[in-house]
Nanobody, 115 residues
Framework: QVQLVESGGGLVQPGGSLRLSCAASGFSFSDYRMRWYRQVPGEERELVAFINGPGISTYYVPSVKGRFTISRDNDKSILYLQMNNLTPADTAMYYC????????WGQGTQVTVSS
């Protein structure tokens, strides 16, 4: 059974940090490109960052570049998103997505940045 399970979200003050995790199972994780998305209610889901299978190539949207870091541990089948210097604009539900032979989504983890 394929699963993507996000964790690590929560409430944090502006300027704070969080590390999101996405634990994968049921498919060959290292063969899949991985992406983080976020979504605010009433708005479209937007891409935040992605990483290729070996974890060598990454991309960030301009609004998070320099603050967020995407990484992966293929031995443990876990995707990460380190988020630093968070602002209220980063408040959203964060989802991981696997792209390869098939496509999978996680259920999301809520990040709220507020004082």
């Amino acid at each position: 059974q394929v699963q993507l399970v996000e964790s690590g979200g929560g409430l944090v003050q502006p300027g704070g940090s969080l590390r999101l995790s996405c634990a994968a199972s049921g498919f060959s994780f290292s063969d899949y490109r991985m992406r983080w998305y976020r979504q605010v209610p009433g708005e479209e889901r937007e891409l935040v960052a992605f990483i290729n299978g070996p974890g060598i190539s990454t991309y960030y949207v301009p609004s998070v570049k320099g603050r967020f870091t995407i990484s992966r541990d293929n031995d443990k089948s876990i995707l990460y998103l380190q988020m630093n210097n968070l602002t209220p604009a980063d408040t959203a539900m964060y989802y991981c997505r696997a792209l390869g032979t098939n496509e999978y989504w996680g259920q999301g983890t809520q990040v709220t940045v507020s004082s």
